[in-house]
Structure formats: structure tokens, C-alpha cells
Nanobody
């Protein structure tokens, strides 16, 4: 059974940075995609960024391109989301998830099977 544990959220001022981590366990992730998502109060969960576990190809939502960077450490089975130039509209609970199908991660809403507990990111103006 896949387990995903997010960490690294917090309160930051606009223009600041945070790095989120997602520790994954329970299977071999070769051939899978790992994604970051977020959900603000009253809004649907939305795609933020994804990475191919094997090849490292990355994908980003337009709203975060140039500001966020997704990466993975295969040895630690961990995916990271480096968030720079944060804006108040980035405030949300951030989740990670995994899927063999990139389409499941990119769909709106995402149709992945398992979610972590999430980590709160709050950006003050």
C-alpha cells in the first residue's frame, strides 16, 4: 500500500520561499508519475506540478511556471516542491499523489487513487 507523507508547509510573507517534501513508500515508483496538488478553501483540488519518476520529465501548471520547481531524490524516495516568489493566491493545502497515468494527474479534478494528509501553506500579503 502506497503511503505519502507531506511536510514543509508554513506561514511565509509574499515573495518568500518554502520547500515541500513528500516521502513515498510502499512500492517501487519506477514508471510512475509523482504530482503536487493544492486545494484552497472553497475550491477544487488542482494540479500544480508533476515529475516522471524514472526520466525526470517535469510538468507545471501555468500559474506556477517559473516560480515552482519539482524534483525527486530516488535514493530517499522523496519528491520536493521548491516554491519561490510566493503569492497570497498560493495559499492552500498542498498534497502529493502518484499514478502510472500522467492523464490522471493532469485531469481536472485529478483522478489519482491515494493522497497524503497534506501540508498547509499560507502566504501573507
Amino acid at each position: 500500500q502506497v503511503q505519502l507523507v507531506e511536510s514543509g508547509g508554513g506561514l511565509v510573507q509574499a515573495g518568500g520561499s518554502l520547500r515541500l517534501s513528500c516521502a513515498a513508500s510502499g512500492r517501487t515508483f519506477s514508471g510512475y508519475f509523482m504530482g503536487w496538488f493544492r486545494q484552497a478553501p472553497g475550491k477544487e483540488r488542482e494540479f500544480v506540478a508533476a515529475i516522471g519518476w524514472s526520466g525526470g520529465t517535469t510538468y507545471y501548471a501555468d500559474s506556477v511556471k517559473g516560480r515552482f520547481t519539482i524534483s525527486r531524490d530516488k535514493a530517499k524516495n522523496t519528491v520536493y516542491l521548491q516554491m519561490n516568489s510566493l503569492k497570497p493566491e498560493d495559499t492552500a493545502v498542498y498534497y502529493c499523489a502518484t499514478s502510472r497515468a500522467l492523464s490522471a494527474i493532469l485531469s481536472s479534478p485529478p483522478t489519482v487513487g491515494s493522497w497524503g494528509q497534506g501540508t498547509q501553506v499560507t502566504v501573507s500579503s
